[in-house]
């Protein structure tokens, strides 16, 4: 660990980066090994991973504690479906415009809720994530309240067979996964990602430094409802239908995000992962028992929230001070893209 | 005619909605929290309310006798206990936790409950009706409703400003470390507040419960209005959420009278419009 050229990160964090390549490559290779069931499972666990960490990076990073984050979800979802119904884009373009135009969409909604203040901000962009699901229930050319359906020919559109449609989502839900955490790296591994540090510290002081707090904000958020989007329209690509009520879903889209990260430990990149296995864990063994999860869910936050705000991950590393995502010090990323 | 009615209608229903917003507009007043579960609180108090009333027999107005001091001691012993460890510089612990306890809350009712519409009872002054002058029928409940609003925040801003405990409130909310020094018990008196604001909660679910039916999921959308009436009144001013209420309900029904699907736009729509001209509300009080 010679001065200056730290650049490689801890031995954990090259350990893990080797341990990631392999991982990724087995899941890549997942459709030849793995079964249908255990792949969507895989797909959804990686669509929850990216929607963590994009809610991470806005509240634990930015501070900007989002309670409406399901707008973009359903926003992407709804890109999705109107463009390809609509103007006959191909699904894989029209999920690449989903991202845009939740960006576009996000700066209005930005300029609004960026005048409340901490919690009021939260409940703020609740209210948004009410006002589109209402908007878009009244809107006939989105199905309204029954929503839209994608049609058989446009679902051929991506492989004429099923095997190779599932195929073809699984890979991209793993890239969209990979994008997310390269994304949220490099920001933070920015200037940006410096600002932000400076913001969360102390707001007054960053200012008066010269940080431009507001920018700073505003672009976290709309990159992260860009990512939102972007994920959004992968999800509903799977599930092939969309409606108001499951597109701007509270509970689905932002509560157990917001559950995962903070039990897995909230402005950490390792936490969300940490937090997205305990759901997906919780939520298969209780299976059979209706809401207990998510009654356990929220106890289990509560508790983390009180006893240990660092969360899950928070705890090993000040248990093992291992660190996987060095972010701090302004070490290279060790993930492979 | 069909307007005032109109108005005079949403302006009864904004007394309501000025009862959800009171608990709101308290805990952030004095300790800076805002309850991501209050509208949870709502709804838990229309079912404690149930429960009472079915067990001893009795109307849901008389079930209050019980409901109120119940949800106090639950909001006394919620801060005293949980909430109180929340509070500091950090926004997110409050933030969480309430919200937390929210989908909590909304989770035990719907496994105790299960999903179905409830409504509760208060005998025949839920149908009765007074002609107001002009011919227009006024429901003696939405009136006996935001009468209970006003003499509810008149009540507030009594204790407020004119009496010792409205004095430690305010002093524990103005400058919290000085006032520990001055004697106050910051806990104790975060942990009455919360005990009011959970009052006044219970008396808005049960008077809410009798007016409309709920379930379980009914919590969100109560401190979404509440929330509303809130940020439309002005931060910390009581008087304000009964404004901020009234230009909610009147929102809300003029937008059922061009369409119901437009009635809660509508006063989302009244929400946007107060934020965006004037973001600290029409009578601001409190600075965050």
């Given at each position: ?6 650049e ?24 030849f ?29 930015a ?7 399901q ?5 992407g ?18 999920i ?23 919690a ?40 004429s067979?099923?095997?190779g449609?599932?195929?073809?989502i ?5 890239a969209v ?18 600002a ?53 879903s ?55 929230m ?13 248990r ?18 | ?25 308290l805990?952030?007043g ?8 209050h ?60 919200f ?13 409950f ?38 509810c ?17 305010r002093a ?22 919360m ?19 709920f ?10 209005y ?7 009144g ?5 008087w ?16 059922a ?25 029409l ?6």
């Amino acid at each position: 660990m010679a001065g200056a050229r730290v650049e490689r990160g801890t031995r954990a964090s090259q350990l893990w980066a080797v341990g990631i390549t392999i991982g990724l490559a087995a899941l890549v290779a997942m459709p030849f090994w793995g079964d249908p069931g255990d792949m969507r499972l895989v797909a959804e666990m990686a669509y929850y991973l990216a929607l963590a960490q994009l809610w991470n990076l806005l509240a634990g990073y930015a501070g900007l504690v989002s309670v409406g984050q399901q707008i973009y979800v359903g926003l992407g979802g709804y890109t999705l479906f109107y463009l390809t119904d609509r103007f006959g884009i191909h699904p894989f373009l029209a999920i690449a415009l989903a991202g845009p135009v939740c960006a576009l969409f996000s700066i209005p909604v930005a300029l609004a809720v960026f005048r409340l203040r901490g919690a009021y901000f939260a409940i703020g962009t609740w209210v948004f994530a009410e006002i589109f699901l209402l908007v878009v229930s009244i809107i006939p050319a989105l199905g309204g309240g029954s929503g839209l359906s994608l049609t058989p020919s446009i679902v051929r559109s991506i492989s004429s067979n099923r095997a190779g449609r599932e195929m073809a989502i699984f890979w991209m839900t793993l890239a969209v996964l990979v994008v997310v955490f390269a994304l949220v790296y490099w920001l933070l591994r920015s200037r940006h990602g410096l600002a932000l540090t400076a913001i969360r510290d102390s707001e007054p002081a960053s200012a008066s430094l010269g940080v431009d707090t507001f920018r700073t904000k505003l672009l976290i958020y709309v990159v992260t409802a860009f990512g939102t989007g972007f994920v959004g329209a992968l999800i509903f690509l799977q599930k092939l239908r969309i409606s108001p009520e499951a597109g701007f879903s509270l509970n689905d889209w932002t509560v157990v995000v917001i559950f995962m990260v903070v039990i897995g430990g909230i402005g950490t990149l390792e936490g969300p992962i940490l937090g997205m296995l305990v759901y997906i864990a919780l939520r298969e063994l209780l299976a059979d028992f209706g809401t207990i999860y998510l009654i356990l869910l929220g106890a289990i936050a509560v508790a983390v929230m009180l006893k240990a705000p660092g969360g899950l991950w928070g705890w090993v590393v000040h248990r093992y001070d291992v660190h996987l995502f060095p972010v701090r010090r302004r070490l290279r990323f060790e993930k492979p893209d | 005619m069909g307007w005032v009615n109109i108005i005079i209608q949403g302006g009864l229903l904004g007394g309501l909605y000025a009862l959800f917003a009171i608990g709101l507009a308290l805990s952030f007043g004095i300790m800076r929290l805002v309850n991501i579960a209050h509208g949870d609180f709502i709804v838990l108090s229309a079912f404690v309310a149930m429960i009472v009333s079915a067990g001893l027999g009795i109307s849901a107005i008389a079930s209050l006798a019980v409901v109120i001091p119940a949800m106090f001691a639950l909001g006394y012993l919620l801060q005293r206990g949980i909430l109180n460890l929340t509070l500091g510089s950090d926004i997110l612990p409050p933030l969480l936790v309430t919200f937390g306890i929210s989908v909590i809350i909304q989770n035990l009712l719907l496994e105790g409950f299960g999903a179905d519409i409830q409504r509760l009872h208060a005998g025949a002054i839920e149908t009765e009706s007074v002609i107001l002058p002009g011919g227009i029928a006024v429901g003696v409940f939405p009136l006996l409703v935001f009468v209970l609003a006003v003499v509810c925040i008149a009540g507030l801003q009594f204790v407020f400003y004119r009496t010792g405990l409205g004095r430690a409130f305010r002093a524990a909310s103005d400058d919290p470390d000085t006032a520990e020094l001055m004697g106050v018990d910051k806990r104790h008196i975060y942990a009455l507040a919360m005990g009011v604001a959970m009052a006044f909660t219970a008396l808005a679910g049960v008077l809410f419960a009798i007016r409309t039916t709920f379930e379980p999921s009914s919590g969100p959308i109560r401190l979404i209005y509440a929330f509303e009436a809130v940020i439309i009144g002005g931060l910390g001013s009581f008087w304000g959420t009964l404004v901020g209420g009234m230009i909610l309900g009147i929102a809300q029904a003029i937008g059922a009278a061009l369409s119901p699907t437009w009635q809660i736009l509508a006063g989302h729509i009244a929400f946007l419009v107060v934020l965006i001209v004037k973001p600290s509300g029409l009578f601001p009080r409190t600075r965050d």
